[in-house]
C-alpha cells in the first residue's frame, strides 16, 4: 500500500518553531516532486511550499517566503517542512503530498497523487 505519512505538529507558541516531516511507504519520494499545504480552520486548503525530485528547487506561497524552508533528504526518503516565528495564523491541519510535475523558484505546477493524513498545527499562547 502506497502511503504518505507527516509527523511532527503540536501545540506551539506564538514566535516558537516546529519541523514537520514527511515520509512514505510503499514508495520512494525521491521520484517525486514533494508538496506541502495546510488547511486553517473554515478556510480551503493552500499549498505552502514544494520541493523537487533532487532538492535543487524550491517554491514557497508569498505568506511564508522568509518563515519557511523546504528540504529533502532522499537517503532517508523523508521531506521535512521548518516553520520559524510561528502566528496564530500558522493554525492548521498540514498535508504533505507527492506528485509528478515541476516545480521552479516562481511556480509549483504538479499533479499530487499521494496525500497523507495530515498532521495538526496549534499556534497558541
Known amino acids: 500500500q502506497l502511503q504518505v505519512v507527516e509527523s511532527g505538529g503540536g501545540l506551539v507558541q506564538p514566535g516558537g518553531s516546529l519541523t514537520l516531516s514527511c515520509t512514505a511507504s510503499g514508495f520512494t519520494l525521491d521520484d517525486y516532486i514533494i508538496g506541502w499545504f495546510r488547511q486553517a480552520p473554515g478556510k480551503e486548503r493552500e499549498g505552502v511550499a514544494c520541493i523537487s525530485t533532487s532538492g535543487s528547487s524550491t517554491n514557497y506561497e508569498d505568506s511564508v517566503k522568509g518563515r519557511f524552508t523546504i528540504s529533502r533528504d532522499n537517503t532517508k526518503n523523508t521531506v521535512h517542512l521548518h516553520i520559524w516565528t510561528l502566528s496564530i495564523e500558522d493554525t492548521g491541519v498540514y498535508y504533505c503530498?507527492?506528485?509528478?510535475?515541476?516545480?521552479?523558484?516562481?511556480?509549483?505546477?504538479?499533479?499530487?497523487?499521494?496525500w497523507g493524513q495530515g498532521t495538526q498545527v496549534t499556534v497558541s499562547s
Open positions: 503530498a507527492a506528485g509528478t510535475g515541476m516545480v521552479t523558484r516562481r511556480r509549483c505546477q504538479a499533479d499530487f497523487a499521494y
